[in-house]
């Protein structure tokens, strides 16, 4: 009778089959690195939305004033005084910003609009005026994002693009961050028109008190529902082309190739 000798056998065989254990072990490497890719995603799209959108120090910062000046406006009814007092907080809060040297645009983006708002209300004698800048603002932003995901150039890719290092090339270099700028785009452009539906009518046939409520009730629920489509939508989506390396590997390449050419002819 002739013998088997399993050890023969699988002494020539891939060392992973031999222990029974090695095939589980990369394919368990191979998720490993598919996870940290994703997580890398996942926390480069989180980085980007926070500078964009200024994270939660500027929900509150857009936030805050237009609270203020409705609760003192539902004590007092005094305009004036609402006024100021949201207008000197924006102020403090942008200059806070400037002392710990941060952009000028989120230092004073807020500063404009609540005193827009509050020489407005000032004015006209009428408090329900120092929303509606914030209100027109966000309805031209609404029809601003239909607009331009109707038309393929989503407003949000304009946004987010440079702050990713792909610029516009997600235009015609990545259809998969298209769609998803597109799709994000159709979000923003949705719920601020809902939000815009709400106001509106209270602006027209409401009082201050009551629109002041609702639109800081209405402040941050929607920006972050908006924000959080946007991180689904682009998570999901394909890496963004970082053009700038591109260039900087082309400056490089163009660079080492004339050093060879003076080299080969001295």
Not at 58 to 65: K, Y
Not at 198 to 216: C, D, M
């Amino acid at each position: 009778m002739t013998s088997i000798d399993n050890t023969d056998q699988t002494a020539g065989a891939d060392p992973a089959a031999r222990d029974g254990s090695g095939g589980s072990h990369r394919l368990g490497g191979a998720d490993g690195a598919a996870q940290g890719t994703d997580e890398a995603a996942r926390a480069v799209t989180e980085a980007a939305l926070f500078e964009a959108f200024g994270g939660v120090r500027g929900m509150v910062e857009t936030t805050v004033p237009g609270l203020v000046f409705v609760a003192i406006y539902t004590v007092d009814h005094d305009i004036k005084s609402s006024a100021i007092a949201s207008l000197a907080l924006s102020v403090v809060m942008g200059v806070a910003r400037l002392l710990q040297r941060d952009t000028l645009k989120h230092a004073f983006s807020g500063v404009f609009g609540v005193a827009f708002g509050a020489v407005f209300a000032m004015m006209s004698g009428n408090a329900k005026n120092f929303y509606l800048p914030g209100m027109l603002y966000t309805l031209g932003l609404a029809v601003a994002y239909i607009a331009t995901a109707a038309a393929k150039v989503p407003l949000l890719g304009v946004i987010l693009g440079p702050i990713f290092k792909e610029n516009l090339s997600w235009r015609t270099r990545n259809p998969g961050r298209l769609r998803a700028y597109t799709k994000a785009s159709w979000a923003w452009g949705l719920i601020l028109l809902a939000k815009s539906a709400i106001l509106f009518p209270l602006y027209w046939w409401g009082n201050a008190t009551q629109l002041g409520w609702v639109k800081v009730a209405l402040g941050i629920p929607p920006f972050l529902l908006s924000v959080y489509l946007t991180w689904i939508f682009l998570v999901k989506a394909p890496p963004p082309i970082d053009v700038i390396a591109e260039a900087e590997a082309r400056d490089a390449a163009e660079k080492a190739e004339k050093e060879r050419q003076a080299s080969a002819s001295s």
